[in-house]
């Protein structure tokens, strides 16, 4: 698992800003942490194919989901989903994308809020490349 980029400070007027600075290397610990949990505590078959996905954390979006308006997002999945085959893909690989900034900024600065996102994210990113909405993982007692 890997740290694409170094923590950067939020700008503008839409910005959130924390409550409780954090190192970057903490946030990523935690969030680690957090999803290796979350694929332990998965039933067997859907632990198998979450064991398969790459996480990448990153400390926030990038620049095109700035400019696509996105610059708050938590998370995302890129790639093919399991459902669709490599034929489908966009030349990604499928992986989930886990911002820790914009999660610790969502949560207030708040470490159980912010553990609690982590996870909630990584769910449902994790419901994309599975083929699953948000009602098939609630159903499933996974949110």
Known sequence: MILTKTCSSAT????????????L??????????????????????QREAQKLPVSYDSRSDEDLKRDRLDETLGLFVGASHLDGLEESD?????????????WNFADGDEAIYREEVRTTYLHELGHYLGLEEIDLEERGLL
């Open 12 to 23: 503008g007027p839409a910005s959130r800003t924390s409550s409780r600075s954090i190192d």
């Open 91 to 103: 030349n990604l690989p499928p992986q989930i994308i886990l911002f820790l900034v914009n999660i």
């Open 25 to 46: 290397k903490s946030l990523l610990a935690i969030a680690e942490e957090e999803v290796k949990a979350v694929i332990h505590s998965l039933p067997d078959e859907l």
